[in-house]
């Protein structure tokens, strides 16, 4: 039934869209908006600016009177006050009363005639200037450059200024992360006061990750994989909305996600696949870069934070060394610095997983510049903070240690092997920012040589100890166990998942658990394949080692 309902609802918002009307625009050969942000107003009508073009918001973009039920005009009552957002779309923010859907109605956003500082109830000064950087809908944003801070403008006190009647096309930037700059914050994925729940940005001290008030912080989430593939974009959209996703993994407690990409993003003429229309209307027709953002912004509105997680240089698969033909370390180092800039001053975003599973070739502590993963680590962390300095940097481990790793046993998960870091750790210029991860799966994976002792699973502290506890236990640099999972087949299973909460419990290791979809075919996930149910089982194994506010 409530599916039925938000597809109604969906279906309502994407045919007032096909209906509605930007003649204005189009009659002087410019299209219409897809969204409702208005970037300026003239004699013709609201305009905004998408895909570096401006575009006319068409006439469903009704301006909501605070003090009316705009809802009615879709033939739905308005939500009584305090009523959760459910579903937003181009109309408005929705909520469920009664089994019925409503309007809800938003107070917050500025009265133009009200000279008080609003923006002080969201933890932010009001501007001196009036100089506009973005709005939303809670009000008009400056850039405060001695404090280094977002400022809320007092709209009576500001002369606003009719732009021609004839707007021009905007130039593109010569670097697209330029057009959202400001004084090294950026606008994608984030709006100011939507990241409350541990603000700022996170650093390490000894063997853990503190905030900026020097508390500590214990990350435990889920990856959310599907960027890294041919779709390009986070798997599920097709048949799930993303601030439901959102929702799901707030709601369970989990406090951050994982977002695999691929360099294939950034190639020209990438688009995403797979996103339904009905689902999803706002992130349809949006570059992957574009759905990044929006992931971000949504994660950010829920208190979440997100690390980025290079996964693969190519969507068709994983490789051995950073780099490929298509895809050399001088664009994977650019690539990454692109999205540093992009993100810089975004407190939702918190690291950079430079890549992922190392392995075969790649070695730690060889030397030789081409498959020293250490090394190349270095070059790419220290690159990352030239961009942006609040970002953690995360160093996952490589296959095997010593360079005869196979031939005497000493192998272990792609990723995993951080058994080097003792003889050859990790360089960064800026040190407080460094955690090492590794990964670390069961018998349903591959089956390893320890699953095989008599002893296992409680076999298996003393082996976490010596290839990457140790890291913890002697205080070198936290340590993020980037992906585990399990199909939960057995009670083997069961207790091994159980005792690796426990360890990284008891010596405070934080973890990413692989994942949240359900279509990984070794593992699976914490959704079953319908994509909206949670595996209890799974979850509440998980939950003694879930720290939903941050902090220890």
């Known amino acids: 039934m409530i599916f039925k309902e938000i597809l109604s609802v969906a279906m309502m918002s994407f045919i007032g869209k096909a209906v509605a009307s930007c003649d204005f625009a189009t009659k002087d050969g410019f299209s219409c908006c897809k969204k409702c ?107 405060d450059f001695e404090t280094n801070d977002w400022c809320g403008i007092i709209e009576s006190k500001c002369n606003t200024q009719t732009e021609p009647t004839e707007p021009t096309e905007p130039t593109e930037p010569t670097n697209p992360d330029d057009s959202t700059s400001v004084g090294g914050q950026t606008a994608p994925g984030w709006t100011p006061g939507n990241d409350q729940v541990l603000p700022g940005y996170l650093s390490t001290k000894g063997h853990n990750i503190v905030d900026s008030k020097g508390r500590k912080v214990q990350l435990s989430g889920l990856s959310w ?42 190639f020209e003429g990438a688009k995403t696949q797979s996103i339904d229309q009905m689902n999803n209307p706002d992130l349809v027709d949006l570059s992957p870069l574009e759905v990044m953002d929006a992931v971000i912004n949504e994660c950010g509105k829920a208190g979440l934070k997100v690390y980025l997680d290079r996964h693969r240089p190519l969507s068709g698969g994983q490789s051995e060394l950073w780099y490929v033909d298509e895809v050399d370390e001088a664009k994977w ?20 997983d430079l890549h992922n599973e190392p392995h075969g070739k790649a070695c730690w502590g060889c030397g030789e510049e081409e498959r020293d993963w250490r090394l190349a680590a270095e070059r790419c962390g220290n690159a990352i903070h030239e961009v942006n300095p609040d970002w953690l940097i995360i160093v996952e481990g490589n296959d095997h240690y010593g360079e005869e790793g196979w031939q005497k046993g000493e192998s272990y998960w792609w990723g995993g092997m951080l058994k080097g ?56 640099a936290p340590v993020l166990i980037g992906e585990f999972g399990s199909l939960l087949r057995d009670a083997t299973d069961v207790k091994w998942l159980s005792n690796l909460i426990d360890y990284m419990k008891e010596n405070e290791v934080h973890w990413t658990f692989w994942c949240l979809n359900p279509n990984s075919g070794d593992t699976e996930g914490i959704l079953g394949y319908d994509w909206k149910t949670v595996n209890t089982k799974k979850d509440g194994i998980l939950t003694p080692g879930k720290a939903p506010n941050f902090l220890l």
């Open 37 to 143: 942000d208005v970037v300026l107003v003239d004699d013709n009508g609201k305009w905004g600016v998408e895909d570096n073009q401006w575009c006319g918001i068409d006439s469903s973009c009704v301006k909501k009177d605070d003090s009316k039920c705009w809802s009615e005009a879709e033939g739905y009552p308005c939500c009584s006050s305090n009523t959760a957002v459910v579903l937003t779309d181009s109309k408005g923010k929705w909520g469920i009363e009664n089994g019925d859907w409503c309007g809800i109605i938003e107070t917050s956003t500025q009265n133009p005639n009200d000279d008080s500082c609003w923006a002080s109830g969201l933890g932010y000064k009001c501007c001196s200037g009036c100089d506009v950087i973005l709005s939303d809908s809670n009000g008009k944003w400056g850039f």
């Open 225 to 266: 994989f599907g960027g890294e593939t041919t779709n390009l974009s986070p798997h599920g959209l097709w048949t799930n909305s993303l601030a439901n996703f959102i929702k799901i993994v707030k709601d369970n407690g989990y406090n951050h996600l994982r977002y695999p990409w691929t360099n294939e993003m950034f």
């Open 333 to 352: 180092i650019e690539d990454w610095q692109f999205l540093a800039k992009r993100y810089k001053g975004n407190p939702t975003v918190i690291g950079a």
């Open 421 to 476: 870091v003792k003889e050859f750790p990790v360089r960064l210029n800026t040190p407080n920012k460094l955690v090492y991860s590794a990964h670390d799966y069961d018998k349903n994976v591959h089956m390893q040589d320890w699953f095989k002792e008599a002893d296992f699973p409680d076999n298996m502290p003393p082996i976490w100890d010596d290839k990457w506890g140790y890291i913890v236990k002697e205080d070198i």
